[in-house]
């Protein structure tokens, strides 16, 4: 449903970037991967082996004129750029007394302000062509907080009100902009958090996996990429033509309770 489009994924080398760009591509789009390694020839070949083609743009999500290049170089590799996925992101655990203030800035850069860079950027081609998709990756935090995390919860709180504002903006046209907001993902970051979990509580990693997910995850499910990915696919298809400022929760029922 998506051939002839080109998606670009920020943060896609691994985890739930490279699972949306592995399912838009099993839709036909054309992908443009991002990370700050010099290259990713592992991830892309797992998006090559979809049939369509895929290129790789490094750049630090932290820097606007890095966000620029990228953005030019994609659109001039493939002709345009239709779909972003803001999926970019970092995390720093720290008391907001305690949170170093260069820590505090490249939280707001990497996981907020590199959003709004790539979605300038991009909104002048996809107004012209009348079609483009703007997808955000929120959180559960988007929604509830959690304490020591003051820079992440800021940032995924606001990147709500910049999805809101962008899809109100374009709301008339063929160009929408929603946001993704995942609970408890299976991603290396995760895996290091139940591991200092069971370290502090002399746990085995099943139980602590077990009380990680009972603590905040009703469904004592973590959400997979591949579910992220169905839902971006969706939110590209025509079925997605009139879902605008939307902050879609995939999070096992965290913020029901």
Avoid at 36 to 46: C, L, M, V, Y
Wanted: hydrophobic content about 50%; overall charge neutral.
């Amino acid at each position: 449903m998506l051939e002839g489009k080109t998606a670009l994924i920020t943060g896609s080398t691994g985890g739930i970037g490279l699972g949306i760009a592995i399912a838009l591509a099993r839709a036909g789009a054309n992908i443009a991967l991002n990370g700050r390694a010099d290259d990713a020839r592992e991830a892309t070949a797992q998006v090559a082996a979809h049939g369509t083609q895929v290129a790789y743009f490094r750049a630090d999500m932290a820097d606007p004129m890095q966000i620029a290049n990228m953005m030019r170089a994609a659109a001039e590799h493939f002709g345009r750029i239709d779909i972003v996925i803001n999926n970019a992101g970092m995390q720093y655990i720290a008391a907001t007394e305690d949170f170093p203030e260069d820590r505090w800035d490249a939280m707001i850069a990497v996981n907020l302000s590199s959003a709004f860079h790539t979605t300038r950027l991009a909104l002048p081609a996809m107004k012209a062509a009348n079609w483009g998709r703007i997808i955000n990756m929120g959180s559960t935090h988007s929604f509830v907080a959690s304490p020591n995390k003051s820079a992440y919860v800021a940032a995924k709180h606001a990147i709500i009100g910049l999805t809101k504002a962008v899809a109100l903006e374009n709301v008339t046209s063929g160009v929408t902009c929603n946001a993704i907001c995942p609970g408890m993902v299976l991603t290396s970051m995760v895996e290091r958090q139940i591991a200092a979990f069971a370290a502090q509580r002399g746990m085995s990693h099943d139980d602590a996996t077990h009380a990680f997910l009972a603590a905040k995850q009703p469904s004592l499910q973590f959400t997979t990429p591949e579910q992220l990915g169905a839902l971006a696919v969706f939110m590209c298809s025509t079925g997605g033509d009139n879902v605008r400022g939307v902050a879609w929760q995939v999070d096992g029922g965290w913020t029901a309770q």
